[in-house]
C-alpha cells in the first residue's frame, strides 16, 4: 500500500488546516487509517484513527479541534485541524494498518506560529 499525503503548511495559531493522504495498491487489505506526529526531539504520537467501519479514536490534546474522516470510495482519509496551537507543530504521517499491513506515507510538514 502507498499513502500520499498533502495539505501541511504555515498557519498562525487559531488557524486551520486539512491534510489528506490517499492510499493506493492493495485495498482491501486496510482497516485502519490514522494521522500520527512527530515533533522535533519527541517520539512519534497517534493524533486519530479511523476504522473502516467508523470507529474513532482520539489524542486527548486534540479532541474537539481535530476531526478524522474517511471516504473508502476514494481510499483517502482527511484530517481537518482547527484552533491549531504552536504546539501542534510537527511532521505529520499518515498511516494504514490491516491484516499483515502497517504502512506509513512520507509525512508533510504542519507549522503554526504563535
Known amino acids: 500500500v502507498q499513502l500520499v499525503e498533502s495539505g501541511g503548511g504555515l498557519v498562525q495559531a487559531g488557524g486551520s488546516l486539512t491534510l489528506s493522504c490517499a492510499a493506493s495498491?492493495?485495498?482491501?487489505?486496510?482497516?485502519?487509517m490514522g494521522w500520527y506526529r512527530q515533533a522535533p526531539g519527541k517520539q512519534r504520537e497517534l493524533v486519530a484513527t479511523?476504522?473502516?467501519?467508523?470507529?474513532?479514536v482520539y489524542q486527548d490534546s486534540v479532541k474537539g479541534r481535530f476531526t478524522i474522516s474517511r471516504d473508502n470510495a476514494k481510499n483517502t482519509v482527511y484530517l481537518q485541524m482547527n484552533s491549531l496551537k504552536p504546539e501542534d507543530t510537527a511532521v505529520y504521517y499518515c498511516?494504514?494498518?490491516?491484516?499483515?499491513?502497517?504502512?506509513w506515507g512520507q509525512g508533510t510538514q504542519v507549522t503554526v506560529s504563535s
Open positions: 498511516n494504514a494498518a490491516g491484516n499483515r499491513l502497517n504502512s
Open positions: 479511523i476504522t473502516r467501519s467508523g470507529t474513532l
Open positions: 495498491g492493495i485495498i482491501f487489505l486496510i482497516n485502519t
